[in-house]
Structures are given as C-alpha cells and as structure tokens.
C-alpha cells in the first residue's frame, strides 16, 4: 500500500452504491474550504438537503471567499454511522462562483424516520460530519423533539444557545428570522463585519459568512436538519414587500433585496426551488413530519402591505382595514388550504411576528409591524382553522427577543374562547444579557400567560396526544459556555388548544 492509498478512506457496502473512494489527498492540498460548517434541512420521509459552501477565505471583501472563477467539483456521503462504514448515498455536486461556491445536494433514496451523518469533500479536503434525519413515514407519529429560535445578533453576545441547542440532539431545528443583522458595526461582544451597513451582495454574502464562522452556530447546523425562514434583518430591518424603512443606505432597494434574499439562499440549507428569482424568492412551504405534524412555514415580510400609520406601537384604526394584508392574498389562500388538508394532527405555523393580540397600554397602542397592524388578516386564518376543526395549531413565532406564551381568542376583547396557541421564542443573544426578575405581564391581555426576558430558545416533544413545550434560558450570552435551565414549561393537547399547567 502506497502512502496515498494509506490516506484514502475505501468505503462502500450498503447495498446498492458501488463502492466510493473519499480520499483525504493532504498532499498539496488548497487551504481548508469548509470554514463555514455543514448544515442540511428540509427534510422528507426520503431525503434530506445539505449544505456546504467552499470559503477559504471567508471574510474576503469581494464576497468569494478566496475562490477563483473555476467550478469546483464537491463530492458528497450520506452514511448510516457516524465513522461512515456504511454508505447510504453518494453524489457529487459543482459549486460555481456565481453562487459563491455553495452547494444544495437534495439527497433522496433514504429511508423514513432515521438518522444518518454526512460530510463533503473538496479541494483536498473532507469537512466536518453532520448528523441529520429523514422525517417520519406518513401513517406513523413517533414522537418529535424539535426546538425554534430566532434572532441572533452578533454583536450582542456569544452563540452559546446554539451550541446548547445541538447538545439537545433534537430531530429538527426551526430557525424563524433575524438569522444575521445589517447593521454596521456598533458595541458589542465581537464586531460586525462588513463594518458599514451592507447593502449589495458581496456584504451580504461577507456577514453570512462572518455569522457561519461561529462555531456555535455550525454546531446545531451539524446537529440536525433545519428548517428555515426570514425576518427583517436579512435584509433591512422592518422592511415591508419593496418599501424600505428608511433611506440610508442610499440605492434601489429592489436590488438591495435581490442581493439579501440570493446571500440569505446561498447560506441555508434550502431546496433548488427557493432560489430567487431577482428579488422575489418562494419561501413559504409545507413540510410534513410522518401524520404527527405538519409545519407551514410562512414569509411575513415580501407580501406585506407597509406598516399602517407609518410603524411604531400606536393606537391605528387603519391596523383593522379589511383589505391589509400580512401574508399576501396567495400566502392566505395557501395557508388555508394546507389547513383544511388536515395532514398531521398538529399544524405548526413556523413565522416570525407576533400573533396574538398585544396592547402595549391602556389606550391600545399595539405594534404595527405585527399581526395586530394587519388583524383582518389574523382573523380569516383564525376563523379558517376553526371552521376546519383544526385543534393542535400552534403559532411559532420570533422576532420580539423576549419569550411569550399565549392562548389565541377567537375574540380577544371579549376573551371568547381559547381557539390556539402560541409559543414566542426569545433571541439566542439580541438585546444582550437579559433580566431574570423582568416577568411583568399586563392585565390588558389576559390570554398571554408567560413572558420573560432572557436568551435561549423553545425546546417542544410532540406525541398524538400532547406538546410538551419548555423554555430554555440563559443566564447571561455577554459571557461565554453559560449553561441553560429550564425557566417555564407547558402542555397543549392536540384536541384542547391552549396553554395547561405540565
Ligand atoms: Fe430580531
Ligand atoms: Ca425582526
């Protein structure tokens, strides 16, 4: 055996993939590609995406990570063990400049309800192994653990949630906005880069890079499938459809979300079919998890009407007008179709604002750039799961970098009826160190039975029967490796929405 053939892994023996030569080739290797991890997502009861990109040089200001303009051939393995004795499948992908030498494998052939480790090599090097799993057989409901989580700013602490988010080993990962921030760099732990606002596509791609450099971050990535949408931040923050929300910086704002949405694509681990289109890009989609859940995972920014009264919390009749809409007359339609489908016995709603009614004071002030500045909206979908006899919905939600806990009113000035429920994840570090003893709630919403404001995420194991749902806090992310506790849980019962006493 010649040194090379000692380098080279020899792998193969599952049935039917011919055996594969992975081999390691340290030999006048490039620089290491796989600075930014692994991830994979979307997952089917057949297959699973994945995810690298090739980035040597990951915060180079041109955006290309000290890439040529050559392809590069990416060979991937989908393995049934983590030291990949057992192939399941193998492939190769090209990750071309124009997409920042990232790649979108979508593996099929597996089988339903498993776990399985994949890796990459390129450039003479293989990247690190990820764990992943295939959703569920429908016709089976075995229990889920999923967590959410939403809003991680760079500066304003260490990534520590994540990092205990992947010691969870949960089946899935639902991240539901604020994924990076624009904005240039301030005061914090750690220091944005670009240092300026970004607003064309080489920044976009530089800070998607600098936040996937994060080892935390590539650690839940590395953990389990993701599934994923956006908020404001990717790309200006609360922006509405084509309406920027102020003018700096300067420039067509169509190119300006052409250019996030390509680096927001580019960096998940989202199908071929989400790719962008100019500045539009389908995100909005259904996965389904075997009969026991299925997550409708909604955009809440490119289809909206701009924020009534010119945004901010305030008393605004205009919030009510029939014709506003949050989602997009196509986003209700489908939505409400996918409702009335009854596809699982929970139906997750994966979005990123604030559902449930919430006055900020006695007057009625109530944020505009929520569900409550777009209620007629809220109401037909409300009114839409009700009329189909949908009782395990559950609204997930991001973006208020505080944690919440909700009964959904099919009246919420009279308090009729408890009709859903909704779970609001606080930031893994937006806002920065929070305030255990900050547990105040109003006595203007009586159907909101939980708030606190520290970091961390949700933590759920869902059954045919019953949600468990905890709230996992840190003490402290200015500060790194904190543990985390569990601060509150709850029930919901499939066939009872709303908020039980564990
Ligand atoms: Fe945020
Ligand atoms: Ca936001």
Redesign the pocket.
């Known amino acids: 055996m010649d040194a090379m053939q000692r380098r080279t892994f020899l792998l193969g023996g599952a049935a039917g993939v011919s055996a594969a030569l992975f081999s390691a080739r340290t030999a006048n290797a490039a620089p290491y590609p796989f600075t930014l991890g692994v991830a994979s997502g979307e997952p089917t009861s057949a297959g699973v995406v994945l995810w690298t990109r090739l980035a040597p040089s990951p915060l180079d200001t041109d955006g290309f990570g000290g890439m040529s303009t050559a392809p590069v051939t990416v060979e991937w393995q989908v393995a049934h063990d983590r030291n990949f004795t057992q192939l399941a499948v193998t492939g190769s992908a090209t990750a071309v400049r124009a997409s920042a030498h990232t790649v979108h494998v979508e593996v099929g052939g597996l089988q339903p309800g498993r776990e399985y480790w994949y890796r990459f090599r390129a450039m003479g090097h293989i990247s690190q192994v990820g764990r992943t799993r295939t959703a569920p057989a429908v016709g089976t409901s075995p229990a889920m653990t999923m967590l959410f989580a939403s809003?991680s700013h760079y500066e304003a602490g260490f990534f520590t949630a994540y990092r205990r988010m992947a010691e969870e080993h949960p089946d899935l990962i639902l991240h539901l906005?604020?994924y990076i921030y624009e904005g240039g760099a301030g005061s914090g732990v750690r220091t944005h880069q670009p240092t300026a606002e970004i607003a064309d596509l080489a920044d976009y791609r530089v800070r998607h890079a600098l936040y996937k450099r994060d080892t935390d971050l590539q650690a839940a990535h590395a953990e389990a499938p993701w599934l994923v949408v956006w908020?404001?931040?990717e790309v200006e923050?609360n922006y509405a459809g084509l309406i920027r929300a102020n003018s700096s910086p300067a420039g067509d704002f169509r190119a300006r979300r052409a250019a996030a949405y390509q680096a927001y694509y580019e960096h998940m681990p989202l199908r071929p079919a989400q790719a962008p289109v100019g500045e539009n890009m389908q995100l909005y989609r259904r996965v389904r998890w075997g009969s026991l859940a299925t997550f409708h995972m909604l955009d809440t920014r490119q289809y909206r009407d701009d924020q009534a009264c010119g945004d901010g919390t305030k008393v605004c009749p205009e919030a009510d007008d029939p014709t506003r809409t949050l989602t997009g007359a196509a986003q209700e339609a489908w939505l409400l179709d996918g409702l009335a489908q009854r596809l699982g016995t929970w139906d997750l709603l994966g979005q990123?604002?604030f559902f449930a009614q919430r006055l900020a004071d006695a007057s009625g002030a109530k944020s505009m750039d929520a569900w409550d500045g777009y209620t007629a909206n809220r109401s037909r979908l409300q009114q839409g799961w009700v009329q189909r006899g949908n009782t395990g919905t559950v609204v997930l939600t991001?973006?208020v970098h505080r944690s919440w806990a909700s009964n959904l009113m099919a009246d919420y000035t009279t308090q009729d009826r408890v009709i859903g429920t909704e779970l609001v994840a606080t930031s893994i570090t937006s806002g920065g160190d929070g305030n255990a003893a900050d547990t105040g709630l109003s006595s203007l919403n009586p159907h909101v039975k939980f708030f606190r404001n520290l970091r961390g995420y949700v933590r759920t194991v869902t059954t045919p029967s019953q949600m468990n749902v905890d709230f996992r806090a840190l003490d402290r992310v200015t500060v790194r490796d904190m543990p985390v506790k569990t601060v509150q849980s709850y029930v919901i019962q499939a066939d009872n929405p709303g908020l039980q006493a564990p």
């Open positions: 809003c906005g604020d908020d404001d931040h923050n990123q604002v991001g973006d």
